[in-house]
């Protein structure tokens, strides 16, 4: 997670009324940041998840835990207020899936920070100044963790268009009409997208 581009976003969410303290949010494919992240952002019901054994639900006290699969979670739908993941769909073998799904048990929307594919960062991959497999997460689990849906197979580091994300989207829920938003900072290519659910 790029903490504080993802902090500072957040607070610009809040201030213009799209969120606040009082909405309930799940986290997927989350770890200690996002209680952290939701701890410092005042929020109080907050579903912390992911599919790591090793992690212990009083870790995200007062936060609740769930372990949960981003690709099949199990909750109703519009179980939460808004769905939330940061640095997480690129881990899973279906991206799309997880994106889907996180929008499904969101009632009001869901806010999504992930790597953006542009010409820059193909030109970075081309030049080899930025991996296209995240072998670094892996290692640093002891070669055990980190990888794909958590496994020991470092994942593909897959990056997204504003064009896909919305294509995903819509694909999936076809009816109605939704607003998308998009954040950028200087620590590209990392970017946030906001989608909200009109019904």
């Known amino acids: ?55 212990m639900g009083d870790s995200f006290a007062p936060f609740d835990w769930s372990f949960q699969d981003a690709m099949k979670l199990s909750f109703p739908d519009n179980s939460f207020d808004y769905g939330f993941v940061s640095d997480g769909l690129h881990h899973c073998d279906s991206p799309h899936r997880a994106l889907v799904e996180l929008f499904r048990v969101a009632r009001n929307g869901i806010i999504v920070f992930e790597s953006r594919d542009s010409l820059t960062m193909k030109l970075a991959e081309f030049l080899s100044l930025t991996p296209r497999y995240e072998i670094e997460a892996v290692a640093g689990n002891e070669f055990k963790y980190g990888g794909v849906n958590n496994t020991d197979v470092p994942n593909f580091i897959y990056r997204w268009t504003e064009s896909e994300f919305e294509k995903t989207i819509r694909s999936y829920c076809p009816y109605g009409d939704m607003n998308f938003n998009y954040f950028y900072g200087l620590n590209l290519p990392y970017a946030m997208a906001k989608v909200k659910k009109i019904h």
């Open 1 to 55: 997670m790029r903490y504080e581009f993802v902090k500072n976003t957040m607070r610009k969410l809040m201030r213009s009324n799209f969120l606040a303290p009082s909405h309930s949010v799940l986290c997927v494919a989350a770890s200690a940041s996002e209680a952290t992240l939701f701890k410092e952002l005042g929020f109080a019901t907050v579903t912390i998840s992911n599919m790591d054994e090793r992690m």
